[in-house]
């Protein structure tokens, strides 16, 4: 299949990936390996509440994600933006692929889809090489 668009939803403990042109979509899942981290921060303690950056997580998405000329990066929180800075810092011809970064809740994946071709063809996205990016 040709597809020459991407849409990736990601959180912090998985990311959903559809590769898809005007007929057809193929969709593939990456999990961060070590299950889900919650942190909750008391007040008084010593760091920031957070999981610290999961590189091999990123990378197996930038991985799938190799080869797509045009990708949406969505996600309900920070993993979207670790993501892109992931990619810009460690592959600059992926990280030009990327026309835009979106917050997006818990969509199915009919809805990411859906969301990701209106977005596509909406003036979000401009041809000939100017692009809108929002968080």
Do not use: C
């Not at 590189?55 to 998405?61: N, S």
């Not at 797509?68 to 810092?89: C, D, M, R, W, Y």
């Amino acid at each position: 299949m040709n597809q020459n668009r991407t849409v990736v939803w990601i959180d912090h403990q998985r990311a959903r990936i559809i590769k898809f042109d005007l007929e057809k979509s193929e969709s593939s899942e990456v999990h961060a390996h070590g299950g889900a981290t919650h942190l909750h921060h008391k007040h008084g303690a010593v760091g920031s509440g957070h999981a610290p950056v999961n590189h091999q997580y990123y990378e197996a998405v930038a991985k799938v994600l190799s080869g797509s000329p045009e990708i949406l990066v969505t996600g309900p929180a920070s993993a979207k933006n670790e993501l892109v800075k992931h990619i810009q810092e460690h592959d600059g011809q992926l990280a030009k692929a990327i026309a835009g970064v979106e917050s997006l809740d818990h969509p199915t994946e009919g809805e990411l889809l859906a969301h990701a071709r209106k977005w596509f063809d909406s003036a979000n996205y401009l041809r000939g090489g100017k692009v809108l990016k929002s968080s």
